[in-house]
């Protein structure tokens, strides 16, 4: 059973499922041209260059050092420069990942797109230069993001492969973040809600009481005087049909004079709450 790979950034720590040893080869067209792998492979855009990095790292004649990239051959002599942008391209897509030992390995992801690339001929590999403008054009078409983001998705990943499932899981973990998130700033929300809605019903039966207060009748001058008589507050009210009690017709001062005489000479009177006590004259005392 091969164990499988995962791609880590250059100067990270290595990861502990890298695949050291590569699969069976397959020679390029020795199974002649294969349709589903020529429509992956035209799918992915690749070069015929990082078909032979990706066999380098599978055959493990692809070494990191000071300098750069470089291959080397079976007995660990360094020999000609491997272009470094382009082994990023591969590792940060999925492809390639750095070993502890300074070697650059093909991940299961790059496995199976050599054995694709081999199945499909080279009839389907784009040329390097029409490759590079896509690359550059998809990284222009991400400038927010940092330079490792804009090389993560400059290159399509392999469809159903470990890349693409853990990217896959990283998208779920953040949604499910996003839902828990959701969730908190929607019972906050509410919460708000509901303290806004306390506050306003406070505030209605504030000013239903005002409201009720400033038209309920006034009883500063008992209703029981002529309206002409009464305060300005009064007259106001009794013009907008607020009564408190039925005032005299205007004009029968006389009656209510002759009314307020016969009270007192009674020692009481028709307002409430009043007594009129009369007090009569002794002389003679001495």
Known sequence: MSSKTTA????????????????????????????DAARTMADLGWCAAFVDTVRLAVTGGLKADASGFRAV???????????????????????????????????????????????????????????????????????WDSHAGQDAH?????????????????????????????????KRIEALMRRARIRDRREARREAAREAERTAPRRCCRGVWPLDWRCGECRELAARGIEDFPALPPGDSDSRTRQDHDNDTDGRTDMAGKRCITVKRITGFL
């Open 73 to 143: 051959d079976a007995d660990g002599r360094t020999g000609r420069r491997v272009k470094g942008e382009r082994v990023r391209l591969l590792a940060r897509c999925g492809y390639l990942a750095r070993h502890a030992s300074g070697l650059v390995v093909a991940t299961e992801d790059g496995h199976e797109a050599l054995r694709l690339a081999e199945a499909a001929g080279p009839g389907v590999l784009r040329d390097e230069a029409d490759v590079m403008a896509s690359v550059r054009k998809a990284r222009r078409a991400r400038q």
């Open 154 to 186: 400059a290159l399509p990943v392999l469809p159903g492969g470990g890349e693409e499932r853990r990217r896959l899981a990283v998208a779920r973990k953040g949604a499910e973040r996003a839902a828990v998130e959701a969730e908190k700033t929607r």
């Open 8 to 35: 880590a950034h250059f100067g990270a720590a290595p990861r502990p499922r890298l695949a050291l040893v590569a699969g069976p080869r397959v020679m390029v067209g020795s199974q002649g041209p294969d349709s």
